[in-house]
C-alpha cells in the first residue's frame, strides 16, 4: 500500500500518512530518517506493530512503528500533539 506523508510532528518523530484510501496511518519513526510532507512511503501501512516502509521519494528504506490505522486526519493530529 502507498501512502502520503501530509503531517510531521513537531520533533520530527511521528508522521501522518494519507493512505491510498484516504485514511490516516500513524508512524512512529524509529530511523535516524528526515520526512518531508509529500514523501511517498510504501509498505504496510493497515496493520500495527513494528514494520519496515520504502520512502519512494527519498529512496530510502525506514523502521517504524505503527501506531494508528484508518484514521482521520484530525485523529492523527491530536496523536502527535505535543503532551
Not at 2 to 19: E, F, L, N, Y
Not at 62 to 74: A, K, L, N, P, T
Amino acid at each position: 500500500m502507498k501512502g502520503t506523508i501530509k503531517i510531521i510532528s513537531p520533533r520530527g518523530a511521528m508522521v501522518g500518512v494519507r493512505t491510498e484510501d484516504g485514511d490516516y496511518s500513524v508512524l512512529e519513526l524509529l530511523c535516524g530518517c528526515s520526512p518531508e510532507i509529500d514523501d511517498v512511503i510504501s509498505g504496510q501501512l493497515d496493520s500495527f506493530g513494528g514494520e519496515e516502509v520504502e520512502n519512494l521519494t527519498q529512496g530510502e528504506t525506514w523502521d517504524v512503528y505503527i501506531q494508528d490505522i484508518y484514521g482521520s486526519r484530525e485523529t492523527a493530529i491530536r496523536m502527535m500533539a505535543p503532551h
